[in-house]
T-cell receptor, first 115, second 112 residues
Framework: GAGVSQSPSNKVTEKGKDVELRCDPI?????LYWYRQSLGQGLEFLIY????????KSGLPSDRFSAERTGGSVSTLTIQRTQQEDSAVYLC?????????????FGPGTRLLVL | GQQLNQSPQSMFIQEGEDVSMNCTSS?????WLWYKQDPGEGPVLLIA?????ELTSNGRLTAQFGITRKDSFLNISASIPSDVGIYFC????????????FGTGTRLKVLA
């Protein structure tokens, strides 16, 4: 069965440009999460979607970051006017439902490099 | 964002040796998770712990939820080359919901 997929796998962009990162969760998973992993660091929570509920955006570092989830499935994380400090691996995860005991399944990540 | 204190940051060990790493927090957690991340991949869940004092094994891996609820450790017995990777702990607070706080990772390298 297919796991969580993300695209592109790598993205190099120039400072100031906008980028879009895509996540395809596991089919049937209602919860979707975005994390950022900076070099040598752990995962930093960015945003969470659960079904049709309003997303929890509390982890987004600035208003240059936004995300949407269309049709309860595919999600897009958009970074506007990218800065060099945005360089990181952006990981997406999904889980069947929301709950402490729900396993989050991670995609391989998108490696973003802002020059 | 807040992160857990995880140690050691990295370690080189000989194949066949046992490995131990731990994670500590200043806050009480009600769930501890241990993940492994291979190069170029996302983290994969190894062990989940839900009760203080709980000791859980998964093959050669054993993890424990500390009695104080502020720490957890992971042991790997008889390491093999494929154990190489980054191991992350993650904690879930009693007052939190789905937001896990992650450790900074332990990079393990196994010398054959």
């Amino acid at each position: 069965g297919a796991g969580v997929s993300q695209s592109p796998s790598n993205k190099v962009t120039e400072k100031g440009k906008d980028v879009e990162l895509r996540c395809d969760p596991i089919s049937g998973h209602t919860a979707l999460y975005w994390y950022r992993q900076s070099l040598g660091q752990g995962l930093e929570f960015l945003i969470y979607f659960q079904g049709n509920s309003a997303p929890d955006k509390s982890g987004l570092p600035s208003d240059r970051f936004s995300a949407e989830r269309t049709g309860g499935s595919v999600s897009t994380l958009t970074i506007q006017r990218t800065q060099q400090e945005d360089s990181a691996v952006y990981l997406c995860a999904s889980s069947l439902q929301t709950g402490v005991r729900e396993t989050q399944y991670f995609g391989p990540g998108t490696r973003l490099l802002v020059l | 964002g807040q992160q857990l204190n995880q140690s050691p940051q990295s370690m080189f060990i000989q194949e066949g040796e046992d490995v131990s790493m731990n994670c500590t927090s200043s806050s009480i957690f009600n769930t501890w998770l241990w993940y492994k991340q291979d190069p170029g991949e996302g983290p994969v869940l190894l062990i989940a712990l839900y009760k203080a004092g709980e000791l859980t094994s998964n093959g050669r891996l054993t993890a424990q939820f500390g009695i104080t609820r502020k720490d957890s450790f992971l042991n790997i017995s008889a390491s093999i080359p494929s154990d190489v990777g980054i191991y992350f702990c993650a904690g879930h607070r009693t007052s939190g919901t789905y937001k896990y706080i992650f450790g900074t990772g332990t990079r393990l390298k196994v010398l054959a």
